[in-house]
T-cell receptor, first 111, second 112 residues
Framework: DSGVTQTPKHLITATGQRVTLRCSPR?????VYWYQQSLDQGLQFLIQ???????AKGNILERFSAQQFPDLHSELNLSSLELGDSALYFC??????????FGPGTRLTVT | QQPVQSPQAVILREGEDAVINCSSS?????VHWYRQKHGEAPVFLMI?????EQKGHEKISASFNEKKQQSSLYLTASQLSYSGTYFC?????????????FGPGTRLSVLP
């Protein structure tokens, strides 16, 4: 158990819908990272927050957005969902920007 | 741009050694290594920073050649628990900020 929690564990929704994935980092970790893992694309970095501020941006689509709240939990919002958005979404946290501890992931299925 | 990992897959017997390579076409600030078992989240193994600093588990060793933009992960005296997919993640820093890109993974199977 890494200490990072993600909810929900599974999510099934229809195309065109909007969902919110939630992540609680390990106690004391200020950085949160979001990743998407699909079979054909591998592990893709989406975005990083540090103490509430966006720190780095990767291959995040405009339909996706994220934020980190004052209590350091983070949410990833996915809208206008497409079939290709079906994937495992991981959040990771880090205290020092070096080792990242991954949560168990949220499996999103878009039908 | 995604780093290249080699080999794509490797099968070992317990006790054998393996090397997994990662190379990038971009100048790197750091290289991260993770292991992911099927159905589980990636687990941090090692980070190698520009300038020679390393942080990671004692039983894992790796190298980082900044000039060649390459890193190698060394797995010695492999155990059954080493099986999984190994990802290298590369970090670039430029005027636009940081960017993390992961390689496609190397699948390692350790047999008894």
């Amino acid at each position: 158990d890494s200490g990072v929690t993600q909810t929900p564990k599974h999510l099934i929704t229809a195309t065109g819908q909007r969902v919110t994935l939630r992540c609680s980092p390990r106690s004391g970790d200020l950085s949160v990272y979001w990743y998407q893992q699909s079979l054909d694309q591998g592990l893709q970095f989406l975005i990083q927050y540090y103490n509430g501020e966006e720190r780095a941006k990767g291959n995040i689509l405009e339909r996706f957005s994220a934020q980190q709240f004052p209590d350091l939990h983070s949410e990833l919002n996915l809208s206008s969902l497409e079939l290709g958005d079906s994937a495992l979404y991981f959040c990771a946290s880090s205290v020092n920007g070096y080792e990242q501890y991954f949560g168990p992931g949220t499996r999103l299925t878009v039908t | 741009q995604q780093p290249v990992q080699s080999p794509q897959a490797v099968i070992l017997r317990e006790g054998e050694d393996a090397v997994i390579n990662c190379s990038s076409s971009k100048a790197l600030y750091s290289v991260h290594w993770y292991r992911q078992k099927h159905g589980e989240a990636p687990v941090f193994l090692m980070i190698l920073l520009k300038g020679g600093e390393q942080k990671g588990h004692e039983k894992i060793s790796a190298s980082f050649n900044e000039k060649k933009q390459q890193s190698s992960l060394y797995l010695t005296a492999s155990q059954l628990s080493y099986s999984g997919t190994y990802f290298c993640g590369t970090e670039n820093r430029d005027n636009y900020g940081q960017n993390f890109v992961f390689g496609p993974g190397t699948r390692l199977s350790v047999l008894p």
